[in-house]
Every structure is written in structure tokens, then in C-alpha cells.
T-cell receptor
Framework: DAGVTQSPTHLIKTRGQQVTLRCSPK?????VSWYQQALGQGPQFIFQ???????QRGNFPDRFSGHQFPNYSSELNVNALLLGDSALYLCASRVGRVSSYEQYFGPGTRLTVT | GDSVTQMEGPVTLSEEAFLTINCTYT??????LFWYVQYPGEGLQLLLK?????DKGSNKGFEATYRKETTSFHLEKGSVQVSDSAVYFCALSDSSNQGGKLIFGQGTELSVKP
């Protein structure tokens, strides 16, 4: 049973460019959340997708957008990249939106903005 | 708003020593509490969880008890191994936040020496 997978593993972009990160949830999971983890910090919630709609959003600007596909996979898009967007981006999946259900994390995509 | 505070690291212990990592939380509702572990260069793995007051989560020799009266969820292990070296994150997921996003502490780095 494959866990949560993310691609690419690493990415280097220039300030001002746009980037798309991809996530496939664990089998049987229908809810995908994205988190940003800056170096030495805990992950920060970006947004959550369920039934192909954004259901909850953290304190991130509109430059951060996403999408969920009918097969539950998801994309995170970041426009007009800033140096401060350099971080590890983590995707997490779970069944439904019950708060007590654990979320399973992927290995992350390391984004470096130069 | 909801928040999680962990003891600062790094924590350095000798093999077979007793481990405690303190975690306290602030939440408006009735949160579920989690400990996640992050090994170098990897994503987050769920270590244990507790969903209501006085519950004890346990896994791989680690334990944590949900203490509502002290709003705490301290992580303990009786005898640490070198392989336990990692960063540990305490997190909460509150039933009142409409979908259960995770709120993380800043992480505590543990280094176990042989």
C-alpha cells in the first residue's frame, strides 16, 4: 500500500517565477492538506481540499493556490515566488475531515528560490 | 487562537537515558493531540495520538498522556536509542476548526549519543 507521494523531490526556481507541486494521497484517503515548513520551524497549514474544493485556508496570500482532482490527487501552485517561499512543502492526506483522524504525510518537496 | 508550545532544543542524551519532551497547548474546543517525528531529510511520521482527556497514546516505547487540567501532552520514553535521534513535533487538531487542520509546535531536536 503506497503512502503519500509527492513530486518533485527538489526544485530550484528564480524569484518571480511560478511553481507547481504535486501530491498523491494514501490509498483510500480523500482529503489533502498542504503545509509549509521553513527551516528549523514546525509546519504551517496552507489549505485543505476535500471533494475538489478548498475547505479551509491558513494565513497565506492568494499567490498560493491549489486544486484537487477527481482521483483525490492535488496540486499546489505558487505564483510570483519570493525568496521567503523557500521551504519544505508537505502534503498530508486523511479520510474525511474528522479532527481526530490522523493525517499521513508525504516526504515533501524542497523548494529553493534564488 | 489555538497554539502549541514545546520545550526548546536541542536535547542531547546518552543511550538508555530517560526522555521527556514537554508540550503544552491552548485551544478553544476539545482538541485531539498528536506527536509526530521527523528524521533527517524526511517528512513527518505519526508517532502517537490521544483524542480525549486522560487518554494515553503509545508507540515504539514512547508514551504521552492527554492532561486537560494542565493542558499538556508531554512525550516520554524510558530508554532512548541512537536511532531515536530526530525532531519531534507536538500538534493539535481542534474539532472546532472545521476540518481538523493541524497546528504544530516549533519542534524539539533530540540527539542520542552512544
Amino acid at each position: 500500500d503506497a503512502g503519500v507521494t509527492q513530486s518533485p523531490t527538489h526544485l530550484i526556481k528564480t524569484r518571480g517565477q511560478q511553481v507547481t507541486l504535486r501530491c498523491s494521497p494514501k490509498s483510500g484517503h480523500d482529503t489533502v492538506s498542504w503545509y509549509q515548513q521553513a527551516l528549523g520551524q514546525g509546519p504551517q497549514f496552507i489549505f485543505q481540499y476535500y471533494e475538489e474544493e478548498e475547505r479551509q485556508r491558513g494565513n497565506f496570500p492568494d499567490r498560493f493556490s491549489g486544486h484537487q482532482f477527481p482521483n483525490y490527487s492535488s496540486e499546489l501552485n505558487v505564483n510570483a515566488l519570493l525568496l521567503g517561499d523557500s521551504a519544505l512543502y508537505l502534503c498530508a492526506s486523511r479520510v474525511g475531515r474528522v479532527s481526530s483522524y490522523e493525517q499521513y504525510f508525504g516526504p515533501g518537496t524542497r523548494l529553493t528560490v534564488t | 487562537g489555538d497554539s502549541v508550545t514545546q520545550m526548546e532544543g536541542p536535547v542531547t542524551l546518552s543511550e538508555e537515558a530517560f526522555l521527556t519532551i514537554n508540550c503544552t497547548y491552548t485551544a478553544t474546543g476539545y482538541p485531539s493531540l498528536f506527536w509526530y517525528v521527523q528524521y533527517p531529510g524526511e517528512g513527518l511520521q505519526l508517532l502517537l495520538k490521544a483524542t480525549k482527556a486522560d487518554d494515553k497514546g503509545s508507540n515504539k516505547g514512547f508514551e504521552a498522556t492527554y492532561r486537560k487540567e494542565t493542558t499538556s501532552f508531554h512525550l516520554e520514553k524510558g530508554s532512548v536509542q541512537v536511532s531515536d535521534s530526530a525532531v519531534y513535533f507536538c500538534a493539535l487538531s481542534d474539532s472546532s476548526n472545521q476540518g481538523g487542520k493541524l497546528i504544530f509546535g516549533q519542534g524539539t531536536e533530540l540527539s542520542v549519543k552512544p
